[in-house]
């Protein structure tokens, strides 16, 4: 039987420490081994007891209980991953200057496996020349420091210092845990575009034209790259009511049209491009003003269906020098020849630098969790992408597409 990962879920004493328990849950529900370690301001916001249901076990603050047993150094050394949720303007001062006066700081100081630190705080204190040394610091180490995310912070305050939602901080661990070197701050100066979700293309006021993307992928797309230092631009279509990814600049449209308009305007100054979405091939040629209704004689309406443009060729197409363009493409095999056979062909006619193969059918690709797929370059080389989670597929597109850039 396959151990379960220890991860220290290290609380910082914000507002933020609540969600600390959305992230506890999600982690242990995901089969990871959870221990608890709070500063003592953190449980000013979330008991003790909360913690020790949640995770199964005992919580501690200080360095002078269980001291037969060393915590302030076993826990740390027998970590696979220790994650900050939410990491404090104070932690990370602490942390860049090897300071341990509690049990989390002499956790972070013992810790071999890779950290990862989710600050959440006021925008005037994530900007503060300061706290972005302690940040620099922290990253020229090698531990992992997200960017938070924008919106609603204490008080009537909006700003950036947000702490990423709940669900995002639980699949970046997952990936870290996979892939611990998924997340370095390699594409800082890059600007990319992301497309994601399933355009719908209106039938009437009621109905629409629509496919079963989620937008899971595109999401991750954009979470990773922005985390690995990018300057993303997200164009939505439809998508599961999924958490904006912290750091990245999200556009909503729905049909084919609006999703073509909003990414070739944003695909002008960039250096990246991944068409993730799923876009429908046709659409009706006339919207009905009124709802459809059914006829006495039991027939049937007939609708006519006219070609959405073809969004990666024309990208291709009007590409500037150096951009880099990736295409995704949903496959399943026919009597004319399989995923592959068809992927090869599409790679060929679209003229994209890199396109990511999925073979769909019922429980692959689309409206789960982790994805597989093939990734087809333009110079004729093919790998296969295994299992795992969508991060983890994200993460190899970015390492794949930043190889591109800088040949």
């Known amino acids: 039987m396959t151990a379960k990962p220890r991860v220290v879920l290290g609380v910082g004493g914000g507002i933020a420490a609540y969600k600390a328990c959305e992230v506890l849950r999600g982690l242990t529900e995901s089969g990871h081994d959870v221990r608890v370690v709070p500063t003592d301001a953190a449980l000013n916001f979330v008991g003790a007891a909360t913690f020790e249901a949640l995770s199964g076990h005992p919580v501690h603050t200080g360095v002078f209980t269980e001291v037969p047993e060393v915590q302030h150094v076993r826990v740390g050394k027998e970590a696979d991953l220790v994650v900050v949720v ?61 960017e938070p995310a924008s919106g609603r912070l204490t008080g009537v305050d909006t700003g950036k210092g947000r702490l990423a939602d709940p669900r995002e901080i639980v699949d970046l661990t997952r990936l870290l845990l996979a892939e611990p070197a998924a997340l370095p701050r390699d594409l800082e100066g890059v600007r990319v575009v992301v497309s994601a979700g399933g355009t719908r293309e209106p039938l009437d006021p009621v109905r629409f034209l629509g496919n079963r993307s989620s937008g899971k992928q595109g999401y991750a797309l954009a979470r990773v790259a922005a985390q690995r230092g990018a300057e993303v631009r997200l164009v939505t279509a439809h998508s599961a009511e999924l958490p904006e990814p912290a750091g990245v600049d999200v556009l909503h449209v729905s049909t084919a049209l609006e999703l073509e308009q909003a990414v070739r305007a944003a695909a002008s ?35 006519e269906l006219v070609r959405n443009p073809d969004i ?92 591109l850039l800088k040949a």
């Open 312 to 403: 990666l060729a024309g990208l291709v197409e009007d590409r500037k020098d150096g951009q880099v363009i990736v295409g995704f493409a949903a496959e399943t095999g026919d009597e004319g020849g399989d995923v592959l056979h068809h992927a090869r062909a599409k790679l060929k006619r679209k003229g994209c630098d890199l396109l990511v193969v999925n073979a769909v059918g019922e429980g692959t690709a689309f409206e789960v969790e982790d994805n597989a797929g093939w990734l087809l370059a333009a110079d004729g080389t093919e790998r296969p992408i295994p299992l795992g989670s969508k991060s983890q597929l994200a993460a190899e597109v970015w390492n794949a597409a930043l190889a």
């Open 86 to 146: 939410p990491a404090t303007a104070d932690l990370l001062a602490k942390a860049a200057n090897g300071l341990a006066d509690d049990l989390l700081t002499n956790t972070l100081l013992t810790a071999r496996c890779p950290v990862a630190f989710f600050p959440a705080m006021h925008t005037e204190m994530w900007e503060h020349p300061a706290t972005r040394h302690n940040v620099a610091t922290l990253r020229s180490r090698g531990a992992v420091v997200a």
């Open 269 to 303: 100054d960039a250096d990246v491009v991944v068409m993730a979405a799923a876009v429908a091939d046709f659409r009706p040629a006339e919207l009905a003003t009124h709802k459809i209704k059914k006829t006495d004689d039991g027939g049937a309406p007939t609708v």
